[in-house]
Structures are given as C-alpha cells and as structure tokens.
C-alpha cells in the first residue's frame, strides 16, 4: 500500500524545486509484495523523481533492486571506535561489550538504549532467545502466550532481529532467522494483525 502511495505521490509535479523525493527507510524491511512494486518504478522510474533506500542490512535486500540502485556506503564504526564513544557511560565491561554487539556499530541504536535505560531489557530479551532455541514447542508456545498477555513482546522482538544480525556469519540459518524476524518484527508493528499467532510461528521455527 504505501509503495502505492509512492506512486501517486510521483505522478504529481514537484510543488517547489525541479524534482520530487521519497525515503524509503529500513528498505530491507519491504514484503515480496512492496519490493516487486517498487522494481517496477526503478525499472521505469518517473521523471523528476529521486529514490532514496536506507539500509543497515543491505544483503537482505532482492538483488533485483540492489542492481537498480547506486549504492552508497556510511560505514558503521569498528568495535574499537563504538569503546572508545562509550568511555565515558557507566558501564562494566561485559554491558559495554554486549551493547557493542547489539548495535552492531550503531551509535544512535547504542544511544536509544541507553536513553531508554533498556540495557537490562536487551539482556534479558537475548538471554531469552538463546533458551528458546533448546526450548521445546510446549515452552515456545507458552512463552509466545505470556508475552503476548503482557503486551511487551514488540521491543523484545526487535532487540532479537538485532543480536541475530549482529551474527550473520556466525551460521548459514541465521540469515534465514533474520528475514523471518523482519517479517515478525512488521506484523507485531501494526495492530490488525494477530500478534500472538505471529509470535508462535516465528517460534516454531526457531531450532
């Protein structure tokens, strides 16, 4: 629906300035569906229009569309410059090591955590999915229903979509781990979806 939208938006002439653009941010995020629409326009893109993808996890993406793109590269900072920005926070060092880790050289997804004081949270989420893993299907699936009882699974979920990416290469099932998180990670973000019953497939596959 919204690359739909997009569409529209650039049938219109530019109100002020010769081109019209459109952000397009976690682009990795985009269902099947979206991307396809969206390779469309990048094939026969509209005039006057600028397409911008943002991306922290660019392998993700169709490589359809990263061929159509011109890709620009903001490298994320070394382990070594994230410690060096966390000096001065009150941190021992295995919080500082796990944050590192988590963000993935992010300095704003470091900051977010610790303005939100959610060190303890991404702990605690982490350390719950590595227990998933051994779990059986009666444990996944009481899990998935307290958490959804709670009403607290939304970040959780996001702070897995970012310990797994942080292990990519770790093993070859990781990324399909991701891109299955990713799909959670949308579903739990709108509200007319049955949240519980997403949490429970996800779950279901994790071994």
């Known amino acids: 629906a919204d690359i739909r939208k997009l569409r529209s ?24 569906e979206a991307a396809n629409a969206l390779l469309k326009m990048l094939e026969e893109p509209p005039g006057l229009s600028v397409m911008v993808l943002v991306s922290s996890m660019p392998g993700l993406l169709p490589a359809t569309i990263v061929s159509r793109c011109e890709q620009v590269r903001f490298s994320e900072v070394n ?12 941190l021992n060092k295995e919080d500082k090591e796990f944050l590192i880790k988590l ?5 704003g997804l470091m900051n977010r955590i610790l303005e939100s004081d959610g060190m303890a949270d991404a702990h605690k989420a982490v ?14 699936m009481d899990y998935a229903k307290k958490g959804h009882e709670k009403g607290d ?3 959780r979920v996001n702070y897995w979509l970012n310990w797994v990416s942080a292990h990519l290469q770790n093993s ?3 990324e399909k781990i991701v891109k299955e998180l990713l799909v959670l990670s949308n579903l739990v973000s709108q509200p007319q979806y049955n949240h519980r019953l997403a949490l429970e497939n996800l779950l279901r596959r994790l071994d």
């Open 9 to 32: 938006f650039f049938r219109l002439k530019p109100y002020t300035g010769p081109y019209k653009f459109a952000l397009i941010d976690d682009a990795h995020s985009m269902t099947l």
């Open 79 to 90: 382990e070594q410059e994230a410690g060096a920005y966390l000096s001065d926070k009150k």
């Open 103 to 107: 963000a993935g050289g992010r300095i």
């Open 127 to 140: 350390d719950e999915l590595r227990k998933l893993f051994n779990s059986g299907i009666f444990e996944k």
């Open 153 to 155: 699974y939304q970040p």
């Open 172 to 174: 070859p099932k990781n």
